[in-house]
């Protein structure tokens, strides 16, 4: 991978579609090995959601939505009645196998209201219409990151040191990334950045992705734990905080991966910026506040140890809740495709939506 | 293990003084395997406490102490000039294992004013002098963490649930344990107690050591990831928060495990208590504020992974500082054997050493 390749075409190709199937880089392997995972069918992409084969709120979106897609071109020899029972089916087994991000919502609804205007033609052509849409959906996720890069860049001093928290680089999207998207627009406009990864416990997409993607492209990166993030601030080592997030409610409250919102206190106390890099689709409007963004709890294997090696003692139980919430009061700027919105408030997440 | 045996004499025998070696638990191998590891000579002992076989502030100085006393003991037929330099190099060694808490090197200064005291006398003597010393900074340290179990417990409402960073427990002290020790006496007290352990990365003390301990003794204890503790309280989850100290700067700043400052920042913002439970020998009335505190930074190893799994990218860098200060003004109160000191200060501090 070189640079001036990166800035042509996602270099790290998270969703690939062959026409008949989803092939996904299994995240679940990274870094130790780069492999892809395939889909057949609306299930399969909903259990590799569900396993955390693929993560990251856009690059979800995209995946459900190809789910849809390959179901309908399974389904499209079927009489209609047949079809539209099992699209019904695979909407629903998609919309269950995560509740946070609420991109996987977002890009559902857009799939069923293509289904909807194809009702009245044939099987075959809503399935081709539904596969559209779907790469529509992939191809405009690419834009948009490119979108969100470059108004982020702009506030990014040349030489900052940035902290990030989990993914949401190009694996975390269709590429490019959101946080680690301005990162790379930064990079790309020429100014020197160095990066501070998380390692995000439970699953150390920090450590595995983050870290992963920056070595990749020789942007220097030091992981730490995520404990160390209040002494790297402390100590002055970090210019201003960015991370993506799984759902903005209607407050500009932000869900994202669990740690995100020590984080943003930790920067709110040391008064360095804190930035979240979301495309409009991940602002929910529907909920009122992070409070009643619904918080996926994860199994206790995935604290009780890591990758079939297991350090807790028997008996001692567990919560694993994988997002968090940060207060719209600790964020500095959310970065979308239309811009910078300093401040968020209910008013001006309103306002993307009217622009 | 029973609650009653528990108040008589330490359950949990972190260190074991043999006569002619000290036995350790290997607290590397902890929860999967209990076993111990046998000390002969100052250079293992030092070895032991580098390689976090024995951890804990209170614990190493208490190992320190015996390491001298080996060393003291084979030496003893030695001819005295020989005895001396070698127990120089003891003192030597054992104060370069680790540089953060500083009960190693108070506990190395009264063997050194032991051995300054007994200098006139025959090396046997010495010796014998030496290893009572050894002894008596044993046996005082699990008094010291019964008075300040029954100091802390006053402020441990029935029902509590409390959350702990790192392990601050019987294998960190002699026994009893200062953090543990309050929940312990609080317990003993009838109160009910549940406890939120902190899993503690890199080197997971709270997964496996504090884990292990509340587990064997019964209190409930509910495992999180360290960048779940800002979601926990966000919730209304965690009642107080008690953890240990490795040093204590003349006006009340802590240093202590890495990610204990986070925890510290998090409750202040959810007017949450923080406390804080050591021995006076851990505060350090030399070191005006935690800014000079030394900070180990240990092996990049800790932080791309565990237990001989690797799950970074090659090509990453890793900063792996063990140990952060929180500023007193975060701390609600420090708890020693003298009793409970609110909102400490310079003055606080040193009335302590007054009284």
């Known amino acids: 991978m070189n640079v001036s390749s990166e800035s042509r075409s996602p270099a790290v190709q998270t969703l690939r579609w062959t026409g008949d199937r989803l092939e996904l880089i299994d995240q679940r392997a990274l870094p130790s090995r780069f492999q892809y995972l395939n889909c057949s069918n609306a299930a399969e992409v909903a259990k590799a959601v569900r396993d955390m084969v693929v993560r990251g709120a856009p690059a979800i979106g995209c995946a459900a939505a190809f789910g849809i897609a390959l179901e309908a071109l399974n389904c499209a020899a079927l009489p209609r009645s047949e079809f539209d029972s099992r699209l019904a089916e695979a909407f629903e087994v998609l919309a269950g196998s995560r509740p946070t991000a609420v991109n996987l919502f977002w890009a559902l609804s857009r799939m069923k209201r293509m289904s909807a205007a194809v009702a009245a033609r044939s099987t075959a052509e809503a399935a081709q219409a539904l596969v559209g849409e779907a790469q529509r959906i992939y191809g405009e996720d690419i834009e948009i990151n490119r979108a969100i890069g470059h108004a982020g860049a702009a506030l990014v001093p040349d030489g900052a040191c940035i902290m990030t928290h989990c993914n949401a680089g190009a694996l975390a999207t269709a590429g490019h990334g959101t946080a680690l998207g301005v990162i790379r627009s930064a990079r790309d406009e020429g100014k020197q950045v160095t990066v501070i990864a998380n390692e995000t ?66 920067a709110a106390r040391h008064r360095i910026p804190f930035y979240v890099a979301a495309p409009l689709s991940t602002i929910d409007l529907a909920v009122p506040e992070g409070s009643a963004i619904p918080i996926e709890e994860r199994g206790a294997d995935e604290v009780t140890g890591y990758g079939g090696i297991r350090w807790a003692p028997v008996g001692v139980e567990v919560a694993n809740p994988a997002f968090d919430v940060t207060p719209a009061e600790l964020v500095t ?13 209910s008013a001006k997440m309103r306002a993307l939506f009217e622009s």
């Open 201 to 266: 416990r439970p699953f150390l997409q920090g450590a595995r992705l983050t870290a992963w993607e920056l070595v990749q492209e020789r942007i220097p990166v030091t992981l730490i734990t995520d404990s160390m993030a209040g002494h790297m601030m402390q100590r002055g080592m970090v210019d201003l905080v960015i991370v993506g997030a799984d759902r903005i409610a209607a407050n500009g409250d932000v869900a994202n991966k669990i740690g995100t919102y020590p984080v943003a206190v930790l």
């Open 333 to 345: 700027a959310i970065i979308t495709e239309r811009g910078v919105t300093p401040a968020p408030d």
